[in-house]
């Protein structure tokens, strides 16, 4: 439940178009860089790029994918059309290269499935579009598996594989079907797997992942199914790939009367096999009319319920953060009111995982009135209330957007992929045409790290000197991974080595760090702020 109701109309002509900021930017130097996707020579209303999975984020260097969705010269939907892979610098948003495809004709549309990094190259596997089973035509919900490898240095395609679709024995398998993102209970995922392709489903008749195994020809060798069960009818099923390289899945069931629901955790390893079951439904105390399992960020299990109270008028919220055991961390609960909420332009929420503080952030863009800007708001639980975190103004009235995705980075900066839109107010497509942008925000100007404690996570690591110029002394050491990173303001991050109960930081420039320290056992990160002097 992202979008609020919008009740008011305001006719906008297309001469807000000389007056978008593109991309978007923030009134007080809250950003540190936006970079715009974006295909020259392209009509306006053709700039449409859907965010296909999370970013892969290595040290300073961040890949991003995103599957772009196209129009003909008529300006008809061409659907799913492309893509464009790009490398970034993390912390400045220097683009290294982009990788950009767009194949506007049917038979011959391509999608992003999932990337990887392998021996030092990144493989990214695609939907690659077959002809509808009868009739003419073609029809995403099939497709035939392929590859592309890409030379990290250059974003070159070095290597690919595609089917033979001449070939009318070989099979076609479920597809994107238009979906978006990849976490849709019915979305198929296609991965690289040795000479070949893993194809996965899950189906909640069988209430089994399907695993297809297929060569490099589109050959099937083997069939699997792994079982995940529900106590009832399973009414969503999302599933994350976890930076362990294990599966995560968040089910949701609900009994023929709507009644009961059980929200249950799955951890699998790569094979699908199931490893852990943990039944989550008793930190669901309030009645809820929907739940679903939101996403996966940094390492935690974000869900969204909510109830609507039609004698009130109210829709309550609730966003629950929970870790790889299933363990309760935080949850947040925002309350749309009558007379109030239901007054605005419109309005965006979209939750992530504050890693510094260790709870949940529900972030928030919103406009009030039209002749205003739009907002961007982060909030935290305060007991049973919330607080806002942050408020921070767009420039320009006529620059409106969504949040697609939000994660937080060690040091606190705020990474977004952001849809832009010009709003019409009438009609379907009110708020079209899109344009999208990643943005990094400054965590110390959203008021995150100025919120870090002493000590997080309930735990009180002593660190002393602190500052320091040279040595510091951590007690219990033996209790955590030898490797500490250490990252500054500026997002950089600095391994070093634990050794004999102290870490010598000496060889950093002076200034604020972020310490992060791994449970040699339980794999929880402990992180606090250090100093170090001159």
Known sequence: MKQLITITFILLGFDA?????????????????????????????????EMRVPPIIVDDTMYVFMNYRGLFDNGVSVGYCGYTIKKLNKNTGEVYWETRRVYKEFLKRKAI?????????????????AEQPTGTGTYWAFCYP??????????????????????????????????SGQNSTTSSRIYRYENGYLHRFY????????????????????????????????????????????????????SENWKIKEIIIGIFDSEMQLLEKYDITHHFKDTIGFCVGYRYDNGYFITESGIEDFGTKTLRLTYHMFDMKANLIDKI????????????????????????????????????????????????????TISLVKRTLVEGTKDHFRTEYASMMEN??????????????????????????WVLLDGQKMNILSSVLDASNDVNIKMYPNPSSHLITIDDATRFDKKVSLTSISGHVNQLILQEGQIDVSTLT????????????????YRQKIIKID
């Open 17 to 49: 178009f000389t007056q978008l900021n593109l991309p978007l930017k923030f009134q007080n130097s809250e950003t540190k860089w936006a970079e715009l996707s974006w295909i020259e020579g392209n009509k306006i209303d053709d700039q449409w790029f």
């Open 113 to 129: 499935s999932q990337p990887t990094l392998v021996d030092g190259q990144l493989v990214v596997t695609l939907y690659d579009e």
């Open 146 to 179: 392929a590859y592309i490898t890409l030379d990290l240095q250059s974003g070159e395609v070095v290597d690919s594989n595609y089917i033979d679709k001449l070939d009318s024995s070989i099979p076609k398998f479920r597809s994107i079907a238009g979906v």
């Open 203 to 254: 189906t909640t008749g069988a209430e089994s992942f399907v695993n297809t195994k297929i060569n490099n020809s589109g050959k099937i060798i083997r069939i699997d199914s792994s079982l995940f069960t529900a106590t009832f009818f399973t009414e969503n099923l999302r599933y994350f790939d976890l930076i362990d390289g294990n599966k995560g899945a968040l089910m949701v069931s609900q």
């Open 333 to 384: 609960t925002y309350t749309l009111r009558d007379g109030i909420d239901n007054g605005i332009m419109y309005g965006y929420f979209y939750p992530l995982a504050d890693v510094i503080n260790n709870r949940i952030l529900l972030s928030r863009c919103r406009q009030d009135k039209i002749t205003e800007s739009t907002y961007y708001d982060l909030f935290a639980s305060e007991g049973d």
């Open 412 to 437: 606190g900066d705020i990474l977004l992929y952001v849809q832009q839109f010009i709003w019409t107010g009438t009609g379907f497509g009110s708020d079209y045409p899109r344009f999208y942008s």
């Open 510 to 525: 002076s200034g604020t760090y972020i310490i992060a320290l791994t449970d040699a056992t339980s794999g929880k990160i």
